[in-house]
């Protein structure tokens, strides 16, 4: 099953320092110092588990963030419950492969208490046949499925959205401070190597406490 990439950190580690914290001004990437004041759009970063919901062309698996992941037994047949079968899919992309992309989430999950006491599947991307799809396509499938979709917070350069998570920024699903944000510019780019250009900003890795 395909393994959604990694998503970088815009600033190299301290690794001398018992919490490794971030390097400010020390882009892990060229490309970030390079677009780093151009327009990204941001999205809520969930605490949780990475989870993909992959379909063949005739049939729906579920996986984690690798192939040996173990995937919470409530969550599993949470995922059951939205995805009985592969009859939606077959209806939306006959023979097609797809891949659902997104974060398992909930009391029992990392630190996901906080999200609610039940667990749930939150979508954040797609990939259909080798394409990553658009936002405004991903809203329409997230409809489609009956899926909530990771919301945009907002949009801008680098630099606001890492001032907008340092000052605790609130989560849309409650009253408390989100994960962060991941980070894409506006219209989807990739690195000479062929990897996306995109980035996550946590709000833990700039606590000093």
């Known amino acids: 099953m395909n393994e959604y990439h990694k998503i ?16 400010e001004g020390q882009w892990t990437l060229p490309e970030f110092e390079y677009l780093a004041n151009n327009a990204w759009t941001w999205t809520e970063k969930v605490d949780g588990t990475n989870i993909r919901i992959k379909y ?15 995937l919470p037994g409530r969550l599993v047949k ?7 079968d592969a009859a939606a899919f077959k ?25 609610g006491p039940e ?7 797609i990939k259909i046949d080798g394409w990553w799809l658009q936002r405004k ?13 990771v919301p945009i ?7 606001e959205a ?7 920024m609130k989560s849309t699903w409650g009253d408390f401070i989100s994960e962060g944000i991941v980070a894409r510019p506006a219209i989807e780019l990739k690195a000479r190597n062929g990897e996306r250009i995109i980035t996550k900003i946590k709000h833990c890795d700039f606590v000093q406490e």
């Open 162 to 168: 890492i001032s907008h998570v340092k000052t605790g």
């Open 8 to 23: 970088q950190t815009m600033f190299k580690r301290d690794m001398t320092h018992p919490k490794k914290l971030l390097i």
């Open 56 to 70: 063949d062309g005739e049939k729906v698996e579920f996986g984690g963030k690798t192939d040996n992941a173990q």
């Open 119 to 125: 667990q749930d599947f939150v979508l954040f991307d």
């Open 137 to 149: 396509h991903l809203e329409s499938l997230a409809q489609t499925f009956g899926l909530d979709i």
């Open 78 to 84: 949470r995922l059951q419950e939205r995805f009985p």
């Open 91 to 115: 209806q939306e992309f006959g023979l097609t492969p797809v891949c659902l992309y997104g974060e398992g989430y909930g009391a029992g999950i990392q630190k996901g208490g906080t999200y």
């Open 153 to 159: 917070v907002g949009q801008g350069t680098l630099y």
